[in-house]
């Protein structure tokens, strides 16, 4: 079975605090594919960013930059500099490689950021 | 559209009624997602088409749901005979991928059901 645990349920931080989002997954597949999606408050899911569990390199993009580590099972999401605009609920979510292609999500992050 | 579409974005029901739930994928798409999204919660897999042709339905909650995308494109979601527990956001997504692609996930915005 898949799974994925995003223990931290709420996070406040003050505008240009670092913060980091944790994901941990589970999986007895071999290859899978691990996502973080945001979530503003329009509803809409809006995708971030998808690794392959080959791939084990950091990446950076702008501001955001994702952390996977294969050795815990963990794909963990750092905001630089957080700014109002990146209050939203994330998700961290996994699919396994063929089959069908759903994505299993975790329970989601909500993060304030305030002025 | 630019976006996948959904509609009607809120719906409220009596318990008992059925509803039915529309989802206009981002043209050409050939693969097309239902999720139930419960308050606080993450997003929760119903259905998945891939053209017109239903693949994987493990998500479903019961026989009162129903999904149907007869041309590969539009598709409807259906509950009957809706009960309380049948409240949650509805998100349909859609990607270009084929099967066992790594295409992206595009979401549209849901359509919140509230039974009452």
């Known amino acids: 079975a898949q799974k994925v645990t995003q223990a931290q349920t709420e996070i406040s931080v003050v505008e240009k605090e670092d913060v980091t989002l944790d994901c941990v997954y589970e999986?007895?597949?071999?290859?899978?594919?691990l996502f973080w999606y945001k979530q503003p408050p329009s509803g809409e899911l809006v995708f971030l960013i998808r690794?392959?569990?080959?791939?084990?390199q950091n990446e950076i993009s702008g501001r955001y930059s994702w952390n996977f580590q294969k050795s815990t099972s963990s794909f963990n999401f750092t905001i630089t500099a957080s700014q109002v605009v990146d209050s939203a609920v994330y998700f961290c979510?996994?699919?396994?490689?063929?089959?069908?292609?759903?994505?299993?999500f975790g329970k989601g992050t909500k993060l304030t950021v305030n002025p | 559209g630019a976006g996948v579409s959904q509609s009607p974005r809120y719906k409220v029901a009596k318990r008992g009624q059925d509803v039915a739930l529309r989802c206009d994928p981002i043209?050409?798409?050939?693969?097309l997602f239902w999720y139930q999204q419960a308050l606080g919660q993450g997003p929760e897999f119903l259905t998945y088409?891939?053209?017109?042709?239903?693949?994987?339905k493990s998500g479903l909650p019961s026989d009162r749901f129903f999904a149907e995308r007869p041309e590969g494109s539009v598709s409807t979601l259906k509950i009957q005979r809706t009960q309380q527990e049948d409240s949650a956001v509805y998100l349909c997504?859609?990607?270009?991928?084929?099967?066992?692609?790594?295409?992206?996930?595009?979401f549209g915005e849901g359509s919140r059901l509230t039974v009452l």
């Open positions: 997504a859609s990607s270009f991928s084929p099967p066992g692609g790594t295409g992206e996930l595009f």
């Open positions: 999986t007895r597949d071999t290859t899978y594919y």
């Open positions: 690794r392959n569990s080959f791939d084990e």
């Open positions: 979510a996994l699919r396994r490689k063929g089959g069908s292609e759903k994505l299993v």
């Open positions: 043209s050409g798409h050939v693969s």
């Open positions: 088409f891939q053209n017109e042709a239903q693949l994987d």
